[in-house]
């Protein structure tokens, strides 16, 4: 078990291009989190699933944002028409079945739109 | 919405020392669960301790411990014997069965432990 991988790390992208980014979670668990966290603050939910069913998505998930997760093993968070308001570290969490287990955090990916 | 408090940006404590870290929570609900989780710089979130909301023992792991005051909606963060190692930013988080599975965070609280 190595944990929550994220790729890539860093992305530099620039306004108006999209941008995808990947997270692997912890092999046996079924529920995966994605949250945005900008400079100064904590992590804010903005999507989940369970397996491949994505169960809640938060009002700021705009419609630019879109998240897969086929086959209930990796995700994609793919953002179109990036903002500059979009920079923001992005961090994929896994847990097992219960929505109060523990979440594994990965790295994150840091999104940078110049 | 639930909302979770952290009211100390940034806290320091001598190498050795104990240090508290406050958390406060707004809910309406009777069963939830807690959590601190640490993020050191660059470095990925790690969870520290966890409480259930029904048990009234205070969850312990090494020299993090907590302090849980369900009536008062406190859950402050002790650290022990604090190590070099023990600084980051700590996160104090809410989840429960009736919150759409999601954690909901604090703002955070850097610490920094002196030699």
């Known amino acids: 078990d190595t944990g929550v991988s994220q790729n890539p790390r860093h992305k530099i992208t620039k306004r108006g291009q999209n941008v995808t980014f990947r997270c692997d979670p912890i092999?046996?668990?079924?529920?995966l989190y994605w949250y945005r966290q900008t400079l100064g603050q904590g992590p804010e939910f903005l999507t989940y699933?369970?397996?491949?069913?994505?169960?809640?998505k938060s009002r700021l998930l705009s419609d630019r944002f879109s998240a897969e997760r086929p086959k209930g093993s990796f995700s994609t968070l793919e953002i179109q028409r990036t903002e500059q308001g979009d920079s923001a570290m992005y961090l994929c969490?896994?847990?097992?079945?219960?929505?109060?287990?523990?979440?594994?955090f990965g790295p994150g990916t840091r999104l940078t739109v110049l | 919405a639930q909302t979770v408090t952290q009211s100390q940006p940034e806290m320091s404590v001598q190498e050795a020392e104990t240090v508290t870290l406050s958390c406060t929570y707004d809910?309406?609900?009777?069963?939830?669960?807690l959590f601190w989780y640490k993020q050191p710089p660059s470095r990925q979130m790690i969870l520290v301790i966890r409480?259930?909301?029904?048990?009234?023992q205070n969850a312990t792991e090494n020299r993090f411990s907590v302090n849980f005051q369900k009536a008062a909606k406190s859950f402050s963060l002790k650290i022990s014997d604090s190590q070099l190692g023990d600084a980051a930013m700590y996160f104090c988080?809410?989840?429960?069965?009736?919150?759409?599975?999601?954690?909901?965070f604090g703002t955070g609280t850097s610490l920094t432990v002196i030699p």
């Open positions: 809910t309406s609900e009777s069963d939830y669960y």
């Open positions: 409480q259930e909301a029904y048990k009234q």
């Open positions: 988080a809410y989840s429960s069965d009736f919150t759409g599975n999601q954690f909901y």
């Open positions: 969490a896994s847990s097992g079945r219960w929505g109060t287990d523990t979440q594994y």
């Open positions: 699933f369970q397996n491949e069913a994505q169960l809640e």
């Open positions: 092999s046996e668990h079924n529920r």
